[in-house]
Nanobody
Framework: QVQLVESGGGLVQAGGSLRLSCVVSGSPSRVNTMRWYRQPPGKQREWVALIRSDGSLDYIDSVKGRFTISRDNAQNTVYLQMNSLKPEDTAVYYC?????????WGQGTQVTVSS
């Protein structure tokens, strides 16, 4: 059974940094595209960043230049390095991956940025 476990969230002051990790376990096949989403309080979930199996990247405009997504294929892990955090980055962050033709979600990790 495929499981995604996020970690690395927490409380940080504006301007600070956090690094999120998401470990994918139980996959019999290679993990394709890996993504991060977030859901701010009282708002809809939004896509933040993705990294494809070929290493190509994409980001939502609001995090470009501040966030960096990366992956370790040997460890089936995706990371999100978040720098220069702002209060508006406060959200539950979710890992999302494609494995063959299925899509999987993690349980989320809370990121709170104080002003």
């Amino acid at each position: 059974q495929v499981q995604l476990v996020e970690s690395g969230g927490g409380l940080v002051q504006a301007g600070g940094s956090l690094r999120l990790s998401c470990v994918v376990s139980g996959s019999p096949s290679r993990v394709n595209t890996m993504r991060w989403y977030r859901q701010p309080p009282g708002k809809q979930r939004e896509w933040v960043a993705l990294i494809r199996s070929d290493g190509s990247l994409d980001y939502i405009d609001s995090v470009k230049g501040r966030f960096t997504i990366s992956r370790d294929n040997a460890q089936n892990t995706v990371y999100l390095q978040m720098n220069s955090l702002k209060p508006e980055d406060t959200a539950v962050y979710y890992c999302n991956v494609d494995i063959v033709h299925r899509n999987y979600w993690g349980q989320g990790t809370q990121v709170t940025v104080s002003s």
